[in-house]
């Protein structure tokens, strides 16, 4: 099967999108994992599927996939290339455009300077919504919200704020980004125990109260270059936990994205995230079968 694609990034996170608006490609998880393959096939962080609307209340739906082949929630980098995706193929010329996401609908709006804005809807922090089983574990309170102790190997404990932004989260808060230990602390929070569905960990360094940087070892991918709903969990942690304010730069390592969150007294307002997507090319590839 020959299947054309186009390579998209926002800041960093690279993404091949396909067009499914005329029909179903039908892969399986294997030729996904093909697909964001670094070595044999285009490489990815994850595989965007733009589907046509499946109600009136939305535009298109959105289906996105990780390099391990498995679906996923949300993905705010991804939501981002995706509404350009839709305007500069002439799929829609709607803005804001309204998107189906597994978990719900989100709002993307095309702005002057080229940068898109996502409405990523309200956090989430019913544990068992997230999910996040805090079975034996005793949280310790800070500003208007809480950090959970973790226990993994060799005696480590990570105190992590626990959310989902549609995709769950735990965000730890470290000194220095550079020196954090991601890559080996990073997996063991993604397969705790704790949490039944896995979860992308985050590394959240405060630099003042409107900058911080951040780094996301993410589900089923790895540490990437940059994690839109990473951030937005990161920022809405940041400010629950009384170190942060409502608009934040956030500083990844493949660029800067803003973060806008007011909170009140339900902790119910929307995030929005403003960040750049960007085309890198085009092209076809064959996808062996592969089941």
């Known amino acids: 099967m020959r299947v054309r694609f186009t390579k998209m990034q926002g800041a960093g996170n690279d993404f091949v999108v396909l067009d499914e608006t005329r029909g179903r490609l039908g892969l399986s998880a294997a030729q996904y994992r093909f697909l964001a393959d670094r070595h044999f096939g285009v490489g990815a962080d994850q595989i965007l599927s733009v589907q046509p609307a499946s109600s009136a209340s939305v535009d298109f739906e959105y289906v996105i996939h990780n390099a391990d082949g498995g679906e996923v929630e949300h993905c705010g980098n991804g939501a981002r290339c995706f509404v350009r995706y839709v305007r500069d193929k002439g799929l829609t010329d709607r803005n804001p455009v309204r998107v189906k996401v597994k978990n719900g609908e989100i709002s993307l709006s095309m702005n002057a300077d080229g940068r898109v804005t996502v409405d990523m809807g309200a956090p989430v922090f019913d544990l068992a919504r997230v999910p996040f089983d805090p079975a034996a574990l005793v949280p310790q309170a800070m500003g208007n919200f809480e950090r959970w102790p973790l226990p993994l190997g060799g005696g480590d ?4 704020a626990v959310l989902s932004m549609g995709n769950p989260h735990a965000v730890q808060l470290v000194d220095d980004v550079d020196t954090a230990p991601v890559l080996t602390w990073g997996p063991q929070i993604e397969r705790h125990a704790q949490f039944p569905a896995r979860v992308n960990a985050g590394f959240l360094q405060v630099v003042d109260r409107s900058h911080v940087r951040l780094r996301v070892y993410e589900r089923g ?6 994690c839109g709903t990473g951030a937005c969990a990161a920022v809405v942690a940041g400010i629950r936990l009384g170190l942060l304010d ?27 995230m403003t960040g750049p997507a960007t085309p890198v090319f085009e092209g076809e590839i064959e996808l062996p079968e592969l089941a």
């Open 157 to 160: 404990v990570a105190s992590v």
């Open 221 to 226: 991918v790895g540490e990437t270059l940059a």
């Open 246 to 272: 409502a608009k934040v730069d956030v500083d990844t390592r493949g660029g800067r994205l803003t973060i806008e969150w007011r909170d009140n007294a339900a902790h119910d307002d929307s995030v929005f």
